[in-house]
């Protein structure tokens, strides 16, 4: 699968978004024999950045990954936002090796962000190569990659929203934006009604601005992705500077050599919001930051429970009270350096607990311990 970004003005705060064209996409998909078919539409202009709940969403857990053609992913591990989701599911393609095309139904329009975790102990991990409009659904393309860059086999999970609407009750925010190597802004979302930025510094180095939302301390949670059609790439975030007015990340990103690259990425911000930005519901989702301590505000559980951290290879993070399918999982590494972070294995549900196990690698694809984020969120 091979995907290109157009390269946009940047939007400002309370402005109309310039039409952006859709990535395009050629899909090599396995129906009886490969069928290559170029996928490339014009979306049309969408409104200011500001939402509550997400227009259009989707999530999936890939278990299998040499999937047959049509594979229909782990059911109890896969919802969305289109009319009747648990008879007109997520369905995968695998294109090649480590290449695969997920196709989300009923949800095409422009905009939005897709987030991709690996689920793997080898230290294999998967990036985003790209998304488009695809008749009335959206396909999201995965690559993924062992350490050293080769294309990889690997169970994934991956995620698509794209919001717009009013916003947000005080207290609550979410923010997401989609950026060029060269920081222009492909596409953004901000609860507050105000214009997130992107900011290019030295080679696979940015800095996220997102305007009126968080708070003065460590506040929510946030995930990052690669997006890029080519090479192996992982993203991660460096710095979290918290302030009154808004919240600046750092995001570095690496090719597979541990060298600083230049690639899309996506970001998303939440702050007592499910990772895919809805209200109530869901009403069971929780998130953690590990950053050698769990600040308290960067922890939360909607059920109200504690959520707890066993520090390990992998890590354990358990969310009481919260464990209901469909549901879903991101990882996304924190700190210096080139290593990463994924899921060593999918989570387990036990007694209406939820148990999360994010495992990092150092830049040479050892396990090892290392700060990360982690996010869950029930459909419900």
């Given amino acids: ?14 402005t109309a978004r310039t039409a952006r064209p859709v990535r395009p996409v050629r899909a090599v998909l396995l129906v009886l024999a490969l069928l290559a078919a170029l996928l490339a539409a014009a979306v049309p202009t969408a409104g200011p ?31 969305g936002s289109w009319p009747s989701p648990a008879t007109n599911p997520v369905t995968v393609d695998q294109l090649g090796t480590g290449s695969y095309v997920v196709h989300f139904p009923l949800i095409a329009g422009p905009g939005g962000v897709a987030h991709v975790t690996a689920v793997n102990r080898a230290g294999t991990w998967c990036q985003v190569a790209g998304w488009v409009a695809a008749g009335s659904g959206i396909d999201v393309g995965v690559s993924c990659h062992r350490p050293g860059g080769a294309l990889d086999d690997s169970p994934f999970t991956v995620l698509y929203t794209a919001s717009s609407g009013a916003p947000l009750p005080p207290g609550a925010a979410y923010a997401y934006l989609d950026s060029t190597a060269g920081g222009t802004l492909l596409d953004q979302y901000n609860s507050s009604g105000g214009g997130n930025s992107s900011f290019h510094g030295a080679t696979g180095s940015w800095k996220a601005w997102l305007p009126g939302v968080g708070g003065p301390g460590y506040l929510g949670n946030v995930e990052v992705t690669a997006v890029d059609p080519g090479q192996g790439a992982r993203c991660k975030v460096t710095e979290w500077g918290p302030s009154s007015s808004g919240q600046t990340f750092v995001v570095a990103c690496f090719d597979a050599s541990n060298a600083p690259f230049d690639t899309e990425w996506t970001l ?15 009403k069971s989702f929780g998130y953690l930051w590990y950053n050698g301590s769990v600040p308290p505000a960067t922890t939360f559980n909607s059920a109200g429970a504690v959520n707890t951290l066993t520090v390990g290879v992998p890590s354990t993070v358990t969310l009481p009270g919260v464990a209901v399918p469909a549901d879903h999982a991101q990882v996304t590494a924190f700190g210096s350096g080139a290593g990463w ?16 196990y994010p495992i990092c690698f150092t830049p040479g694809g050892g396990p090892t311990t290392a700060p990360f984020f982690t996010a869950y969120t029930s459909a419900f």
């Fill in 1 to 14: 699968m091979h995907t290109g970004s157009a390269v946009l003005p940047a939007r400002t705060a309370r």
């Fill in 341 to 356: 972070c994924q899921l060593a294995q999918p989570w387990v549900r036990s007694s209406g607990a939820v148990q999360l």
């Fill in 268 to 282: 998303s911000y939440s702050v007592k919001r499910a990772v895919h930005g809805p209200a109530i519901p869901p």
């Fill in 49 to 79: 950045a500001h939402a509550a709940v997400p227009d259009r969403w989707g999530f999936a857990y890939l278990d299998n990954p040499t999937p047959p053609p049509g594979y229909v992913p782990d059911p109890s591990r896969q919802w």
